[in-house]
C-alpha cells in the first residue's frame, strides 16, 4: 500500500508540473493523437468454417491488429508497469461455449504487454463459478502462465470496502491488487446477458468487485457507477465467438456464433455499442450503453470516431 | 540382558510406525481437495478398504461390497496371524489414543490404576454383537462408530476446520493490522504461509460444519477418556477392535512368560496398553493385547517372548476372552429389540421424505443408501463447494451424520462428481459428469413472499444467471408492475421448469436475500426415490 501511495504522488506530482510547464504543448499533442486512432476493429475475412485451432490462430492476429490500430499498447504502458489484464473469467465453460474471453486474446494481450515494457503481468477475475476449475476449463491459466503472467485467484477475504461515490453504488468491496495495478486491460466478450441484454465491456468491471448480486435491481446505473470509478483507459473486445442466447453462463453449443473479430478502443460505451450490433441488438435497448453515454463516459455513436477498420484474411 | 537397555527398543519401532500411518491417514484427509480436471486417487479411501468391520457390515446389511474393500482380508490375515497389531501399530485413531494416554500417564498419575483386565472389556464385544445384529437385517450404523470413520469425520467436520479459522482470522488480523518495524513486515511471513494452506490445503474459504459440535464433543471425550483408563476407547468401545479381538483368539504369535525367571513384579501390566493380563504373572489375553510390546521392554528379568506357533496349539497358553453366553444371547436380544426402535421413526416407513434431505449426487434410494454410508465424511471433505453437510436429525437416527446438500452453504457444482468417486461403500454410485447432469437430486421453487421480482417488484434474475443447465431451468415473464408512486413498469419474474431443474441449489446459494433465500431447493423430484417424484416426466428419458 506504501508503495503505491509513493508512486501515486510522484505521478501526480509529475504531471502537475508536467501541466504547468507545457500544458498547451501536452493537449496539442494529445488532440492529434486522437484522430487516427481511438478505436480499431479487426474482421477476419477469410473463410467461415474454422477449427478451433485455426480459430486461436486468428484470434491472436486479430488482438495485434486491432491494438496495433490504436497505436499500439505502448500507448498505455509505461516501461516497469504493472499491467492488470482483466478478462471475463466468469463461468466454467470451455472457450467453444463462449461464455469467457478467448485465451488466445488474452495471452495475445500479455505478450504485447510484456513487449511495450510492462514489469509484471497479472491475470485475474473474480469468477461466479468455482474459480479452480472456471481458471483451468476457460484455457485462460494454462494460456497465459507460459508467457510469465501471473495468474491471480482473487482473495475475497482481502478484498478492501472502497469509496465509489456513484449514483446507487457508494461503497463496495474491491480487489486492491487491481486496483493497485498502473494499468487495468479490459477484455470482455461479447455475450447475451438474461437481465442486461448484453454483457460487453463496461459490465466486466463486475468482476473487480464482491457483494454484486443487488446491481442485478439496477444494472444500468450500478454499472456506470463501477466503470466511473474504475477510469477505463483501454478495452479490448472480444468477439470471436459470441454467445446469442442463455447468457451469460451459455451452455449450449447452438447458441453460439462464430463472429472473428477484435475491437480495441478507448471510449467504451462506443466499444459496447459495437458488441451490441455484433450480438444483433441495438446499443440504444441496452441500458448500460444508454446510461454510459448519459454520464458521459463515452459515445453511442461509435461510427462518428471513425474506427479504423482492418480486415485480416 | 535387559530389552530396556537397548538403544532402539521395540517400542521405539511401534511408535516411529504408529507416527508414520498417523501422518498418512492425516496426509489423505488433507489431499482429499478438488482438484480441476484430475480424478481423486483411489488411495483416498485405502483406509476404508483395509477396514475389516466396514467390510462385514456393509456385506451384512448390503449384501454387497466394493471389491475393493476386499483387501480387509490383508487385516483379517494378519490378525489371525499377528493378534491385534492394528489396534496398535496401525489404526490412527489408537495412536492418538496412546498419545493421549501417555500425556495423562505423565501428568496424571491416577490412570495408572487399572493394569489388569477387566469385566468392562467385554462391553465393546457385546456392543458388536447387537449392532452387527442389526446389521442383518439392513441397519449399518455399526459403522458410524468404526474408528477409522469417526477419526475421518471428526477430521474433516470438526478439526480442519478449526485450524483453518485459525488461520484465515488469524492471517486476516495480521494483514490489516499489518504490524511491522521499518521495511519489516509480519505480513511477509504470514501471508505466504495463508496463501500456501489457501491454495494447497483448505478447501472453500471459511469452511465450517453445522453441528460440528457434536461431533467435536464426542471426539474430544473419547480422548479426554484416556485420563481415566489409558486407551479407554479401544479397551471398551471400539467395535473394530472386537471385530479384531475374536480374530486373535489364537494368534500364530504369543506371548510367553518364562516361569523360571518371572518373580510376579507386575511391571510388565504397568506399560501396558490393552489391559491383557489378568494379574501379576497370570494369563494373557490376546483377544485384548495390541502388541505394543511394552511389556518385554519392562521386564528387568527378560522372562517375556513372543514366540511363533501353530493356531491349533493349545501352547503357549492364551487366555480366552470369556464371553458369557448370557450376555451374548442378551446383546442379541438387545440389537433386535433396537431394530424396531430405530426403524420405527416416520421417515423410515418409506412414503415421507424431509423436504431438506438432499442427498449428494448418485446416492441411492434413502434405504439402499443407509445400508451403505458409513458417515465417514469423504464426501464432504472433497466437495469443491463445502455444501455436502453431516445430517443431524434430517434422517433419522440411522442418518445420523450422513451427508446432505445445504445449498445456502454451497451448491452441487455442475461438471462436479467427486462424492460417487470417493465414497468408500459406493452407497454414491460413482458416476461419469454426464451421467451425474442427468440427476435430479431436488426441485428448486420460488418463495414468491420472498423473491425479490415477485415480492418487490424490482428485477433481479441472479438464480437464472447462474443455472448451470445450457438451456437453463429457469426462465422468466415479463409482466408489468406499478410502484408505490403509480410507475409502472416491465419486470421479468422467474419460474421453474421441472422437467429441467435438477436441484443443484446454486439458485438457492447465490440468492441475494441471504437470510431466507427466494428460491430454496427441495427433495421432491429426486432420481433416487421414485415415491417423491410428484412431477410427471415429459417424456421417457431413457
Known sequence: MSKHSRRDFMVRTAAAGMLTLG????????????????????????????????????????????????????????????????????????????????PSVVATIVRLCFDAGAKTVKVGDNPCDLAAKTYKSSGIADAVRPLGAKVVFLDRSRFRETAIRGERVKTIPTCPEILDSDLVINVPVAKHHGLAKATLCMKNYMGVIENRRSFHQDIPTCVADLTRFMKPQVCILDAMRVLTAHGPKGGNPADVQLKTTVAAGVDIVALDALGAELLGMKPADIGSIVKGQEVGLGKMDYRSLAPRQIAVS | MSRRRLFWSAASTRRTVQAVFLLLFLGLVVVARPVPETQPSL??????????????????AA???????????????????????????????????????????????????????????????????????????????????????????????????????????????IYQADPGIGPVHVTGVTEPVYEFMRDHVFVVPQQAFLGSWLILVFFVMIVLANGYRRRFWCR???????????????????????????????????????????????????????????CTGACSRGAIDFRWTWPWRRQPAAGSIDLSKRAVLGAMLGGLIGLPLMRAGRQSRGGTFHPKLIRPPGSRGEREFLKRCTACGLCMKICPTGGLQPVLTEAGLEGLWTPRLVPRIGYCDYTCNLCGQVCPTEAITPLSVEAKQQVKIGLASFDTT?????????????????????????????????????????????????????GCGVCESVCPLKDRPGVSVFSANETRNPDNQPILPEQDPY
Open chain 2, 43 to 60: 488411495l483416498l479411501k485405502s483406509f476404508f478398504w483395509i477396514d475389516p468391520l466396514i467390510m462385514v457390515a456393509t456385506w451384512l
Open chain 1, 23 to 102: 500544458a498547451d504543448h501536452l493537449l496539442a499533442q494529445e488532440g492529434e493523437s486522437k484522430k487516427p486512432g481511438d478505436m480499431a476493429i479487426a474482421r477476419w475475412t477469410g473463410a467461415k468454417r474454422l477449427t478451433a485451432r485455426q480459430i486461436d490462430r486468428i484470434a491472436a492476429q486479430l488482438t495485434e491488429k486491432a491494438i496495433e490500430g490504436i497505436g499500439g499498447l505502448k500507448r498505455f504502458v509505461s516501461r516497469g508497469d504493472v499491467v492488470w489484464v482483466k478478462p471475463n473469467i466468469g463461468w466454467d465453460r470451455t472457450p467453444e461455449l463462449a461464455a469467457d474471453t478467448n
Open chain 2, 63 to 173: 449384501h454387497a461390497v466394493p471389491a475393493a474393500a476386499l483387501l480387509s482380508l490383508v487385516v483379517v490375515v494378519g490378525t489371525l496371524v499377528l493378534g491385534r497389531v492394528f489396534c496398535g501399530w496401525v489404526c490412527p485413531l489408537g495412536t492418538v489414543h496412546a498419545m493421549a494416554g501417555r500425556f495423562f500417564d505423565r501428568w496424571w498419575p491416577k490412570s495408572k490404576r487399572r493394569d489388569h483386565s477387566s469385566p468392562w472389556q467385554l462391553t465393546k464385544y457385546y456392543l458388536l454383537v447387537g449392532l452387527l445384529v442389526m446389521a442383518v437385517f439392513g441397519v449399518h450404523w455399526v459403522c458410524v462408530w468404526d474408528p477409522i470413520v469417526l477419526f475421518y469425520r471428526s477430521t474433516t467436520v470438526a478439526l480442519m476446520p478449526a485450524v483453518q479459522w485459525a488461520v484465515e482470522e488469524g492471517s486476516t488480523a
Open chain 2, 236 to 294: 471398551y468401545l471400539c467395535p473394530l477392535g472386537a471385530l479384531l479381538g475374536i480374530l486373535a483368539r489364537w494368534p500364530m504369535l504369543r506371548r510367553t512368560v518364562s516361569e523360571d525367571a518371572c518373580n510376579q513384579c507386575d511391571l510388565c501390566a504397568k506399560g501396558c496398553h490393552g489391559a491383557a493380563s489378568e494379574a501379576a504373572g497370570s494369563r494373557w489375553k490376546p483377544s485384548e493385547c495390541f502388541g505394543c510390546l511394552n
Open chain 2, 450 to 502: 420472498r423473491c425479490i421480482p415477485y415480492a418487490y417488484g424490482r428485477d433481479c434474475m441472479v438464480c437464472e444467471e447462474h443455472c448451470p443447465i445450457p438451456d437453463k431451468a429457469i426462465y422468466f415473464l415479463e409482466i408489468e408492475v406499478q410502484d408505490h408512486d403509480g410507475n409502472r413498469k416491465q419486470i421479468k419474474q422467474p419460474h421453474v421448469d421441472p422437467g429441467r431443474c435438477i
